[in-house]
C-alpha cells in the first residue's frame, strides 16, 4: 500500500464548476499537508501548505485537512481553463521529506 | 525572483554511459532534494541533502550517486545509465524555516 493514495483521473470540467481533489494517507505522523500544482512541461510549484487539521482559503482555493480520517481535499471554486494541470498532494512529518501522491490531472473546458 | 535551475531540460544518452544532472538555487536554501517523476508513480525521492557535503538516502537510491561541494549545487549521478532511468529528474530545495519546496523545471532524460 502506498504511504498517500492519490486518485489520478482524469478530471475534466466545464469552466465556472467546482473542482474537488483529494488524498488518503497512512501515516499518523503526518503533520505539513501540501498542494502542488504542475503545468505540463514544467515543475511543481506550492499551491496552498497547511499545518495540522483544518481549513486554509486563498482566493479561489480552500484546503481542507481531516487527520482523524488521514484525508485532505482541495477545491477549486469558479474553475478557469488556465487551472487545468496536473495537482498533486504532498505531506511531511518532523523532517525533511515529502510523500507525494501520484497527482490528478484536470482539464478545465472553456 | 527565487530560482532553482536544472541545467538540461532534455537529455539523450547511451545506455552504460555515466550521465551528470545538475541543480543550482539561488536562495541560500539548506536542504535540497532528486526526486524522478514516472506517470502513474508520482514523485519519489532519490537522495536528499541536509546541508553542505551532507547525503542521504531517500526511497530509490539504487543505481544513483550525489554530490553537494557548495551550498547552492546538488549534482545527481547515474553511474551507468541503464533504460529504467528513462524518466522526469526534478531537484527542489527548501529553508529549515519553510516546509514548501521549490522545484526546478525538470530534466526529461531518455536512456537507449
Known amino acids: 500500500q502506498k504511504e498517500v493514495e492519490q486518485d489520478p483521473g482524469p478530471l475534466s470540467v466545464p469552466e465556472g464548476a467546482i473542482v474537488s481533489l483529494n488524498c488518503t494517507y497512512s501515516?499518523?505522523?503526518?503533520?505539513?499537508f501540501m498542494w502542488y500544482r504542475q503545468y505540463s512541461r514544467k515543475g511543481p510549484e506550492l499551491l496552498m501548505y497547511?499545518?495540522?487539521?483544518g481549513n486554509k482559503e486563498d482566493g479561489r482555493f480552500t484546503a481542507q485537512v481531516d487527520k482523524s480520517s488521514k484525508y485532505i481535499s482541495l477545491f477549486i471554486r469558479d474553475s478557469q481553463p488556465s487551472d487545468s494541470a496536473t495537482y498533486l498532494c504532498?505531506?511531511?512529518?518532523?523532517?525533511?521529506?515529502?510523500?507525494f501522491g501520484a497527482g490528478t490531472t484536470v482539464t478545465v473546458r472553456a | 525572483d527565487v530560482k532553482v535551475t536544472q541545467s538540461s531540460r532534455y537529455l539523450v544518452k547511451r545506455t552504460g554511459e555515466k550521465v551528470f544532472l545538475e541543480c543550482v538555487q539561488d536562495?541560500?536554501?539548506?536542504?535540497m532534494f532528486w526526486y524522478r517523476q514516472d506517470p502513474g508513480l508520482g514523485l519519489r525521492l532519490i537522495y536528499f541533502?541536509?546541508?553542505?557535503?551532507?547525503?542521504e538516502k531517500g526511497d530509490i537510491p539504487e543505481g544513483y550517486s550525489v554530490s553537494r561541494e557548495k551550498k547552492e549545487r546538488f549534482s545527481l549521478i547515474l553511474e551507468s545509465a541503464s533504460t529504467n532511468q528513462t524518466s522526469m529528474y526534478l531537484c527542489?530545495?527548501?529553508?529549515?524555516?519553510?516546509?514548501?519546496?521549490?522545484f526546478g523545471s525538470g530534466t526529461r532524460l531518455t536512456v537507449v
Open positions: 527542489a530545495s527548501r529553508s529549515r524555516e519553510n516546509y514548501g519546496y521549490t
Open positions: 501515516n499518523s505522523a503526518f503533520q505539513y
Open positions: 497547511t499545518y495540522s487539521s
Open positions: 504532498a505531506m511531511s512529518a518532523e523532517d525533511y521529506k515529502l510523500s
Open positions: 536562495m541560500d536554501h539548506e536542504n
Open positions: 541533502s541536509y546541508d553542505v557535503k551532507m547525503k
